[in-house]
């Protein structure tokens, strides 16, 4: 794939160059799905997510202001359509009640880190896409696109307890599930 | 202070969280660093490992200008960290290491998913085929954005500024007066002329006698010998035309049928647009047409006009415009080009060279009463009116008054899209006779030739190009002529204006 410049991309997109939108969209392919895919149920979801977030992002490129990382103002799009998606389908249903704030003790952490760091992006996904669907959500918000819990609850409508518990709640259980997982391997093995 | 040190400053100050730490920030950076010479060439060694990843990044972006870098600014910062400022790795507790190592992992590129040709196939048939050219997306949110507000904020002060002028307009208004030294006889030897296409006739100006008494203002006078002696039944004389008013203000119906009125002078007051204005015109019409097309230079001038620091507003704009008038003598309209050159920081000169056309209707009818030709039949006695009980001698009073106005100001652009100016005024009329009498309730005051006034005006820009503003004109004749036979009317109005500038030059 022959190199471009990032801005000869952007202008070729806004001028619908289909070779440089190509371009863009080969470049992006797997992050942007691997993002999607942390927030759909399954793959199938995800590229779907994806598409249709490349597609936002070659329609509306034209506002792209050139303030700030192009990549990181394609991603704001991404996780938008991937929110959009999840709040028509899963989370307007989800009802919003209180939890408390104490998980309890979280998992020996020392047990989780070298399991994940030996994992598969593909078997972590699947693992994530698992997670109940609030839970997941909030949990890529906070470790993934870095937001706060305020601002996750502004998002969401939530408030900062329920967002810090998702994420807790979202940690805890990918830890146990990573541990289950590392667990069956040595037992297949 | 080196590249090391400046590293080992921003990690205490992660340490101490007056930086929130997110690990996904630092990919979304580490995407954006490529094997840069510039990081080679300053010395800085290939980031590997967390913070010195983190540091080549920060470099990067310094070096790229999204962030201005100074060194003086690693020293205001050194200051407000401990003196003996360590190395620390950065500490993370277990669940945020767990985050960063989940972070890391999508992050991997040898994690990557395969990519599928027939995806992009799906996703570029629902593009569209062909897209037009689009301008900067902050351009035109920022236009779109401040237009709306502009345009509602330009409409809303040009209302108000208009009610305002309007009240002022109503309560100084000539109604009160009753008529007391009023209106005359006229001879009976001049046939009435027709409306138009007359030729003028020169009043010699010495004749152009007014009243010593004014209506709106406190500074009456009593009449000098001078104006006595001319007029030796104490009434007033209105050159050219008339006999002179009774004493007793009063004009008896029988003595009309033997006095029909004398006609006043005749003016032709139509004047052609010159041909200099029509080529003025039409070379500002083909500019216009122009920057119509180039669209580009439109949107440089927007981001040069509307840009807030650093950034001068345009030095040299040529603007064509036009504008209404209200005021208690003065409706009417003008059209004309404006110069305005920056001089100074935020001050400008502009200068107006405009047409002006003045309705006097409303004072002729107001304070003379309908024309007499028109208004009356052959034979009916005189009419008076509301304002006077004596009707109009005039066949046809003077109603439509042309001018050229020059309006050299200086002003100061107070914030983007406002100026504030004054300056002066001179409207030269464009008629044969180079004074009129023009009668008024119970005094009669000179309509100068050259009009001299005061304005001081405030503008708006509602788009890069087009400005509305609001001007109060102001006649100063009596002040600067100081005549003591002559008191001239002050031509006094509020201008709603709207115009349309092209720059010229940065």
Redesign the interface.
Known sequence: MPEHSEQAIIDGC???D?TL??HL??KY???F???CA?YARDMHDA?QL??DG??KI??NI??????G?F??WM?RIVVNTCLDYLKSKYLRHQQQVHYPEEMGE?LN??A??PA??N????D?LALIQTLPPMSRTVFNL?????F?HKEIGSMLDMSEGTSQWHVNNA?KS??QKILNSKVKKSNIA | MNANAFDKLLIDKINEQEL?Y????WL??A??LSASDKLATAGYARPVGTHQLFDGLLVKKIDDGFMPYRPEHWAVLALHLPATATNKDLHRS??E???Y???Q??A?AD???A?KPN??S???E??????Q??????T??AKNTRSIWQLAAGIAAAVLLLLIGSLYWLQNSPTQETVTNDIVQGNTDNAPKTKTNTAPENIPHEEAVAAQQTAPFDDRKEEDTHNAAARPNNATQIPGTHAQLTPDNRLPTNELAGNNPAPPPQHNVAQEPTKQNVLEREDALRRLQEIREGKANQQQNFNQHFASNGVKHPGTTVALGGGVNYGSLNTGYSAGITVRRKIAGDFFVDGTVAMMYNNNASNIVANNGPSVASARPAGAAARGTAFSSVASPAIDPVQRLYYVQVNPSIGYRVQNTVNVSMGADMQRMLTGAPELVQPETNSALLLPSVDLGVTAKTDLSITPNVQAGIMYREGVNNLLRKNENVRYLNRRYVQVQFKYSIPLSK
Do not use: C
């Not at chain 1, 034209?62 to 303030?67: D, P, T």
């Not at chain 1, 994992?119 to 593909?122: D, F, L, P």
């Open positions: 806004r001028q619908n289909r939108q190509e969209y080969k392919y797997s992050l799905l691997k993002l942390r590229e994806m598409q490349f597609l070659f329609n034209h506002l792209y202001e050139g303030k990382s990549e990181g991603r979280t952490i020392s989780v880190n994940l760091e994992m598969a992006v593909k972590l906070f470790a993934f696109e870095g706060s940690r990918l830890q | 929130e997110r690990p996904s920030h979304d950076m995407a954006l277990g669940t290491k767990f985050d190592l989940l972070a992992k999508f991997s994690q990557d998913f990519y995806s992009w799906a996703l570029a629902k593009l569209p085929a062909v897209r050219p689009q301008p900067m997306a902050a035109i949110a």
